[in-house]
Each structure stands twice: as structure tokens, then as C-alpha cells.
């Protein structure tokens, strides 16, 4: 296929502000999560075509893209036919079947939806590319790899489920950002309550795994006082959220690497001092970290247990309980193989979530994965994503209830 030769009009006017610019729209990455680099807009024919990549913040590997193509602000009325080209998904982590894309997009004063198929292009040497032709009525429009998840998201499920969550600040992030830990129960020392700590957005782009944590949170609301005892981080590596970083593997720590002893990111000390604290407070009886695949990936939900070496029976456990949520799950959800222990070429080796609740905690870790837009046929709305949420939620309750762990051995 021939390619329309690209203008250079990219402005970069800031480190942080990158404006791609036709001489009447023009494309920002200066918002909430924003993520896109070496853009460039163009008019073609009626329309306006806009090309990019996902800018990898300095990872290994990018992902994540969230931007907004705009008026400059003097002008209003449509922007009419957009075509949105993603280039070089295969430099994604997991990126290699774009045709799993269904990035979102959200007008104006309106509500995020789901894109369609996207149209593929297979170049001369064998690169793709993505597109997403657009109709926008709106003087703005943003466009993101998945449905966001923030701090406004989270504000939203802690005041739709009243009051049911506190919501307190354990630490700070890196880039001295608070890092909230809701709870629906302190405790009291020595208490036997079972306990659960849970997680989400240690890769910070894995947003799908924050949805369904927003259903598991809500799900636990409704249970009430039948619900454990939960402590639970769903913004941890909010620096990267906020940024727009995918934030997997990136130099040097990824939070999700960081979690030896001692710990080698500030966010990382935080969380294993609240969780001590969490420890003394309650019967810990397992701890779930929520995460997202690779970026093409549309077999299901699926969940990595930590491979204990030492502690087999605690192995064993995280089994049973990872078993009992991809049950719970069902086919209309769950991968069919579910159950599976992290042992992919990994970039670090260095100690997880689900080792340090393991080994120091003598609990269940397990990380579930759930793809950001398909599960088989199925595009995944926010609300399937909660609904997911809801049946881990039940099966962790119904564990939780029955759980025998004797309290771990105190640090
Ligand atoms: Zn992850």
C-alpha cells in the first residue's frame, strides 16, 4: 500500500507538552494520562488523519497511549472525520494481533466508549499498523487504549458504595503523590478476622485490572458484614497512572519487582509496612494483586500463583483459591487454563507481591490477569470488568470464611 507522505508539523514545546498540529487541530498529551509520541496530524481529503505510537516513558516495552485532539483554544465546531492511526503496535508488550484492539474514545463533555475493529495495514516490509476511523461532533476528543482509571474512578466507587470504604493515606509515591488504602475495617491487635490485602495498578497502565478490583470493592460492599476483613491499594504505582507510564519492567524497579528485603522503591516500603501492620490486625489469609496481559492477549482472565519452593503448603493454598475464583468466573470469563505459576521469561527476578505474602506472610498471592478489550468475542465494557470483579469477590469471600491459616509468624 502506498503512504501519503507525512508533513513534519510536530511542535514540541515542552518536555511535557507535545502538540502535533494541522493548522486547525491539534493533539495534546498535557492531560490526565496522557501518552503518545512522534505525532503527527495531517488533513486528508475531508478529514484529518492523526498517526502515533505509544511513547514508552523509558520502559523496556510501551503500551499505554491516552491523548486528546483538539480545537486551539479560539476555535470551536466538529472536528469532524478523524482517522486515528496507531503505528507500531508490534513495539507493545504482547502487541503482535492488533486485531484484539478496541481502544476507547471520549468526546467532549460525553461519556468513554469502546472503538470497533480496527481497519489493519500491513506495510510493504512487513510492519502494521491499526486505524480507527472516527466521526467527531465535538470540538475535543480523547482516545485511549483502554478505559482510564483514576483517582476520580476510585472517588466515584467509595461514594456510590456509602461510606462503606474508608479511605486513609499510608505514604507517599515517588514523586510524592499520596498512595490511599481503603479499608472496611481496621482491626484490633491480635484480632482473628480473616484478612485479605489486595492491589491493583502496580503496572500502572494494567487497567483493567483496576476495574475489576473496583468490582470486587463494590461487590464486598454489598456483603457488608459478610464480607473479610479487606485492606486494599487500588492506585499503588499512582505516579505511573497519573504520568501516563505503562510501567512494567521499567529501569530500574518496577513496583512489582521491588518488594525484597529491603525494598527498592519508596512505594514498595509503604505498602510492606502497611501490610505488617494489616498483619497484626487480622488473620491474613490471602493476598490478590490485579494486573493486565499483554496488550493483544483475548483468551480470558487467568491468574499467577507464586512458586513457592519453601513453603509448599502455602502453595498449595494460593492453588485451591486461584482454583475457586476461575470457577467462580466461568467460562464467559475465565481462560481456560487458569491456574498458572509466573515462571515467563521475566526481565527481573527479583521478589513480587505474591513471594512476599508467601514467604512472609505464609498466605496465598495471586495475580490475576484480565485482558484490556476482549474475552474471546466478547469487547469487554466496564461493566463486565465489575461484573468479573463481583464473582472473584464471592469466591475470595466464601474462602475466606473457611480459610485455617494460623497468624503468620510476626517480622
Ligand atoms: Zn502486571
Not at 112 to 141: C, N, V
Not at 206 to 227: H, I, P, T
Not at 280 to 308: L, M, N, Q, T
Request: charged letters at 25%; a positive charge.
Amino acid at each position: 500500500m502506498k503512504q501519503a507522505p507525512i508533513l513534519a508539523l510536530a511542535v514540541v514545546l515542552s518536555a511535557t507538552t507535545l502538540l502535533a498540529a494541522s493548522p486547525d487541530i491539534i493533539v495534546r498529551t498535557d492531560v490526565l494520562f496522557g501518552n503518545a509520541a512522534n505525532v503527527r496530524v495531517q488533513k486528508v481529503g475531508p478529514g484529518t488523519e492523526v498517526r502515533f505510537t505509544p511513547d514508552p516513558h523509558g520502559g523496556p516495552e510501551c503500551l499505554w497511549f491516552c491523548f486528546r485532539v483538539c480545537r486551539p483554544h479560539s476555535r470551536g465546531g466538529a472536528l469532524g472525520k478523524l482517522r486515528l492511526v496507531l503505528e507500531c503496535p508490534e513495539t507493545m508488550l504482547g502487541g503482535g494481533n492488533p486485531a484484539n484492539f478496541r481502544p476507547v474514545f471520549r468526546p467532549a463533555g460525553g461519556d468513554w466508549d469502546r472503538t470497533d475493529a480496527p481497519e489493519l495495514i500491513e506495510l510493504p516490509d512487513g510492519r502494521k499498523q491499526a486505524a480507527w476511523t472516527l466521526d467527531a461532533a465535538k470540538p475535543s476528543l480523547d482516545f485511549a487504549f483502554a478505559f482510564p482509571y483514576g483517582r476520580a474512578e476510585l472517588e466515584r466507587m467509595v461514594k456510590e458504595t456509602g461510606g462503606y470504604w474508608r479511605v486513609d493515606t499510608i505514604g507517599v509515591s515517588q514523586g510524592g503523590r499520596p498512595l490511599l488504602r481503603l479499608s472496611n475495617d481496621y482491626g484490633k491487635p491480635k484480632g482473628d478476622q480473616p484478612g485479605l490485602y489486595l492491589m491493583s495498578r502496580q503496572h500502572s497502565a494494567e487497567v483493567s485490572g483496576g476495574w475489576v478490583l473496583d468490582g470486587v470493592l463494590r461487590r464486598f460492599a454489598e456483603l457488608g458484614d459478610a464480607a473479610p476483613l479487606v485492606w486494599a491499594v487500588p492506585l499503588s504505582n499512582i505516579d505511573g497512572v497519573e504520568q501516563g507510564d505503562y510501567g512494567k519492567d521499567n529501569f530500574p524497579y518496577d513496583v512489582n519487582r521491588a518488594w525484597g528485603n529491603p525494598p527498592m522503591r519508596h512505594e514498595t516500603l509503604v505498602f510492606q509496612q502497611d501490610m505488617r501492620r494489616w498483619a497484626k490486625r487480622c488473620r491474613p489469609v490471602a493476598g490478590c494483586d490485579f494486573h493486565a496481559p499483554g496488550a493483544s492477549e483475548a483468551e480470558g482472565i487467568y491468574a499467577f500463583i507464586h512458586k513457592s519452593e519453601k513453603y509448599l503448603d502455602v502453595a498449595k493454598q494460593a492453588k485451591e483459591w486461584s482454583d475457586a475464583a476461575g470457577e467462580a468466573l466461568g467460562p464467559e470469563f475465565a481462560a481456560k487454563k487458569f491456574t498458572r505459576s509466573g515462571d515467563y521469561n521475566s526481565r527481573w527476578n527479583t521478589p513480587r507481591f505474591g513471594g512476599f505474602c508467601q514467604e512472609e506472610m505464609k498466605m496465598p498471592g495471586i495475580a490475576f490477569e484480565t485482558p484490556y478489550a476482549m474475552i474471546q468475542k466478547t469487547v469487554m465494557t466496564r461493566e463486565k470488568y465489575q461484573e468479573a470483579g463481583r464473582r472473584i469477590a464471592d469466591a475470595l469471600a466464601a474462602r475466606a470464611k473457611c480459610a485455617t491459616n494460623k497468624q503468620p509468624s510476626q517480622p
